[in-house]
C-alpha cells in the first residue's frame, strides 16, 4: 500500500521566507513526518501538485508527479527471539511470526507440507545463527502480509543480514514481491554468486532447471523451467506470456513497471522460476519480479 505525506501549512514561515528557502523548508518538514509516522520509508518519493497549490509527497508514481531522490534510511527495531519456525519464520518472544523479505527457502515437514530438499538445512544454519536470540527487524513498505506476519528484513546485532546470507550460502532463492523492494539488487546478486559456486540447493537435482516438457509430471513446489515464449496476451488484471497451449505465465498489469518491455521476452530462451498452479490441463506460474525471469 502507498504511503502519502501532505505539506503542513505554516503562515508564519511562508510570510517571512523568499519562495526558493521556503519551498525547500516544506519538502524536508514534509519528509521529516513522514520518516517519524513510518517504520520504513522508500528510497523513491514523488511530489504532485494540483490545480489548487496544494503539495503531496508519496510513494506511489501518478500522472504529473516528479520522483525526488532521497539518501536509503530505515529504522530497525530490536526484538528477542523465541525459535526458529524453518528456514525463513522465526517466533519472536511476544508469539509474533516473523517472515524474512525477499526471499524462500525450501519447506521442512509439517502438517500441511511435505518436506523439500534444503528446509532443514536453512533452519539449521538460521538457529545457529540466532543463539543469543536478539535480532533487529527492520521493514519494507508492507508490514504484515495476509497470514498478519510480520514482514521483515532480520539483522543481527554485529549488522549481519540474515536474509542476504541465506542466499549467500545458497540457503535459499530470490523471491521479490511488490511493492516491497528494499536490497531486491543484492538479494540478487548474492543468489547468482551462489548459484555459480553450486551451493546448497544450487548443487541439488530437484532445483534444476527442466525444460517446459516436464511441468506435467514435475509441478510441485518452487521449479526452474526453460522454454520460449511465442506470443503475449493481455486481459484485465495479468499479462500473460504463452509458451504453448498448455503453459503460460502471469504478470500482474500492477507490476508491470518492474519489468522491461514483455515483448523483449518473445522468442527468446527463458528460465522462469516459481510455483505452477494448475487448472485442467493447463499450467500457470505467477511471476511478480523480473528476477524471476532469466534470459538465457
Partial sequence: MASTCHLPQHRSIDNSMNNPHKNYYRLYLTIFFCLITQPAFSTEIFRSEDATGSITYSDKAIDGARQIKLPSRAYRHLHQVKKVYDGDTLILKNGQRVRLLGINTPEIESRHRAKEPGGLAAKAWLENQ???RKVYLEFDLEKHDKYNRL???VFLPDGKHLNLELLRNGLGFVSIIPPNLRHADHFSQAQNQAEQKNLGIWALPEYQAHPLSK???DHKG?????GIPRTIQHKRRFTYLIFNDQVNIRIAKDHHRHFPELDTYLGKTLEVRGWTSRRNKKFSILVHHPSALILR
Fill in 130 to 132: 540466532l543463539a543469543n
Fill in 151 to 153: 514482514l521483515a528484513h
Fill in 215 to 217: 511441468i506435467s509430471t
Fill in 222 to 226: 518452487w521449479r526452474r523451467y526453460i
